[in-house]
């Protein structure tokens, strides 16, 4: 691969990546690179350098949601418990109309856990479009 | 009609109440935010706080008449979120005094 390839990549790639600090980092990077290609640095290495630092960036990005999602507020509390009441309710609903027998209580305990995910979801969202 | 009657009613039918103040409270938020689907969210969420309405009012009475507990449908879901509300909230609270209070901790962050 050519340094001329390289750097085309390169600049592609952080307009892409749509993350403001990934480009700064990736630029300032790119100084120092420049500075190893003048004097012989293969730019295959260069790249899998540029690849691993990119890849630590996405896995930090991917930690963050997750610790959003897995963040809980006073104020998801209600919705998450509430969730877990209308998903209970309604998988009770739903049984009644299709079967006389009273609804197993595995169904309901599942429907209600879902509807804790289901409202957690639903509150980290709507505090984001906020 | 006396109260118990009322009650058994109510008691009977405590799953579609729930889920029809939970729909029908995200609809009047919906008609109330005048359609906005940017708002949609905050929609779901106010219909779903709403819909522990009924199943609240059925824990109240059950503390006075103990005996209409068995008649709550699917008690054991419903003491399940009962019970883990009560275990989310003490960590929630705690949450929100340290961030007004302005107290650095690990569950802040």
Known sequence: MTACAYFEAAEYESYCSDDNYAAVGFFSYLDNTETSVVVGVDTEEILVMYTSYMHRIAVDKRRKIMKGYLHYDLMDVPVMIGAGFFFNSISGVSWSLVSEAAAPVGLGLAAAVAGLVIGAIVSVKARESR | ?109
């Open chain 2, 1 to 109: 009609m006396t109260i118990f009657e009322a009650a058994d009613i109510y008691f009977a039918n405590l799953q579609p109440a729930s889920t029809l103040v939970g729909v029908l409270s995200g609809i009047v938020c919906f008609i109330r935010y005048k359609f906005d689907s940017s708002r949609v969210f905050e929609c779901l969420v106010r219909g779903f706080a709403f819909s522990t309405l009924p199943n609240g009012l059925a824990f109240v009475f059950c503390s006075a008449y103990p005996e209409y507990i068995s008649k709550i449908s699917d008690s054991s879901a419903a003491f399940l979120l009962g019970g883990l509300a009560l275990i989310f909230m003490p960590f929630a609270v705690t949450r929100v005094v340290n961030k007004f209070l302005g107290h650095s901790s690990p569950a802040v962050d």
